[in-house]
């Protein structure tokens, strides 16, 4: 869970006003994460069963509710990174992942996994794709979802291109898998299709359809940027379980990043949500490396620059980081630390010989601060510490 108080959150108080706040739910987001599944979609990622058994261990750390392990019917690797995953004894539930197929499902049962999604597309382009009539996605789904529930597996059922379907039929399906025994129903913006006023009015409406005792999921992706922005939405709107993955990994422009949308949640409406902020940059750096990637450093929550001060300006107000920060670095359980280039100034000089215990005299620091420019703008990079001791050394003779 996470504990931040409002002493490490900095944001404006506009959020506060209570025709925002009353929109939100108080009761405590969860995240249902697919970094396994849909994550690895990402191209070029592959994790070996041993690499996915990990992360699980690391997303159950980090207070996921829900692992979504893997497609076992397609992938041999996935049914044996779930039967690792089920002998690890973790607390967050395992879910499998099925299209709306008897025999997907068998391997589920064969497996042991007590819960899944099962998909089928019900917007009309999806349909024509596959060359299946509406029809005989109603007839595949009610088929599955009973199996699935004969043979005591929980089903959500994920509605693939929800959000460009005929809104009539989605609702026929939705609640014909409801009547063949899902528990859950899944709103699902495959191709990031949807902005967030449209997103929180199709989950209000599917909300109203399946009633209170039926709890909505959102799945989205981040085609046009707005995956976060959509989820907020769609917890407006009624969803209290987001799919997403670490770091927004996942094909095209990746899925809906859940670092990024729970800490957007805690701080900027006081939602609470159940994901321990502090370890989210760890989990974010074994994701990277496991998959092989690297992200960009200013990207929010776990980019690498974000507590990072090279500007002068900046740094003269390091000390008060309210000023220059919307929440602390302890909040995701980062360290702030000042960088020396071409933009430093004398307060970055200071501040930088006192995190390493370097005395400069205030008459030298001037040398000492057109040294660190030179070499910034000869090298085009950062200085290392390192190299900044040497320049000291140099200009001070110490």
Request: proline content about 4%; aromatic content about 6%.
């Amino acid at each position: 869970m996470s504990h931040a108080t409002s002493s490490d959150i900095w944001v404006s108080e506009l959020n506060a006003r209570p025709e925002i706040r009353a929109a939100f739910p108080r009761s405590t987001v969860r995240f249902y994460d697919t970094t396994l599944r849909d994550g690895e979609q990402t191209v070029g990622v592959v994790l070996s069963p041993q690499q996915k058994l990990e992360i699980a261990r690391k997303l159950d750390a980090l207070g996921i509710s829900r692992i979504e392990a893997g497609f076992p019917r397609v992938s041999a690797d996935d049914a044996e990174a779930i039967q690792l995953m089920l002998k690890a004894g973790l607390r967050a539930e395992l879910w499998g992942f099925s299209r709306a197929v008897r025999a997907d499902v068998e391997e589920l049962v064969r497996l042991g996994l007590r819960a899944s999604v099962i998909e089928a597309p019900t917007s009309d382009i999806k349909l024509r794709a596959y060359g299946i009539s509406r029809d005989e996605v109603l007839t595949r789904v009610t088929d599955a979802v009973s199996f699935a529930k004969q043979n005591g597996i929980r089903v959500a059922f994920f509605a693939v291109d929800g959000t460009r379907s005929d809104p009539e039929f989605l609702k026929r399906v939705y609640l014909g898998s409801l009547e063949a025994g899902a528990a859950e129903i899944v709103v699902v913006d495959t191709i990031g299709a949807c902005g967030p006023e449209a997103v929180e009015y199709l989950v209000r409406q599917v909300c109203a359809w399946v009633g209170s005792g039926v709890p909505v999921h959102f799945h989205g992706h981040d085609d046009f940027g707005m995956a976060t922005a959509c989820a907020i939405a769609a917890i407006r709107g009624g969803a209290s379980w987001i799919q997403g993955t670490i770091n927004g990994m996942g094909e095209r422009a990746g899925n809906a990043d859940i670092g990024e949308i729970a800490l957007a949640l805690r701080c900027l409406y006081d939602v609470p949500v159940a994901l321990d902020l502090t370890k989210i940059r760890e989990v974010s750096e074994f994701v990277q490396r496991a998959s092989g990637y690297s992200l960009e450093p200013w990207k929010p929550a776990v980019g690498q620059n974000l507590f990072m001060r090279e500007s002068g300006a900046v740094a003269s107000q390091f000390h008060i980081p309210e000023a220059i920060e919307p929440f602390s670095a302890a909040l995701v359980g980062a360290r702030r630390q000042i960088v020396l280039g071409k933009k430093s100034g004398l307060d970055s000089i200071v501040l930088k010989a006192k995190e390493l215990g370097l005395d400069v005299p205030e008459s030298q620091r001037p040398a000492v601060l057109a040294a660190v420019k030179k070499k910034s703008i000869g090298e085009h990079r950062l200085l290392t510490d390192a190299e900044f001791c040497g320049i000291v050394q140099q200009v001070c003779g110490k």
